[in-house]
Nanobody, 118 residues
Framework: QVHLVESGGGLVQAGGSLRLSCAAS????????MRWYRQAPGNQRELVAT???????TYKDTVKGRFTISRDNAKNTMYLQMGRLQPGGTSVYYC????????????WGQGSQVTVSP
């Protein structure tokens, strides 16, 4: 069983920056895809950013140019650098990783709260 643990959340003023980390209990090179999701109060969970094991990245349109996803295989950690955080951007951020095998092996972290103050 692989465990993912997010950290780095907190309170930030609108316009500020935060970096989230997602530490894995196993080498992240095993994951074909790693993702960050977020869920705002009263909303459904939404995909924010994706990185493949080939370091290909994609982003939700509303975060392009402000967020950067990355992974450090040596540290078994994925990151989300968030900049110019917007008012109303309060969400719980979740990391997700999966392995494409005969079945999809899918893992989630417990979430990290990001609160953006006006």
């Amino acid at each position: 069983q692989v465990h993912l643990v997010e950290s780095g959340g907190g309170l930030v003023q609108a316009g500020g920056s935060l970096r989230l980390s997602c530490a894995a209990s196993a080498g992240i090179f095993i994951f074909d895809v790693m993702r960050w999701y977020r869920q705002a109060p009263g909303n459904q969970r939404e995909l924010v950013a994706t990185i493949t094991n080939g370091d290909s990245t994609t982003y939700k349109d509303t975060v392009k140019g402000r967020f950067t996803i990355s992974r450090d295989n040596a540290k078994n950690t994925m990151y989300l650098q968030m900049g110019r955080l917007q008012p109303g951007g309060t969400s719980v951020y979740y990391c997700n990783a999966y392995i494409l095998a005969s079945t999809i092996l899918d893992y989630w972290g417990q979430g990290s709260q990001v609160t953006v103050s006006p």
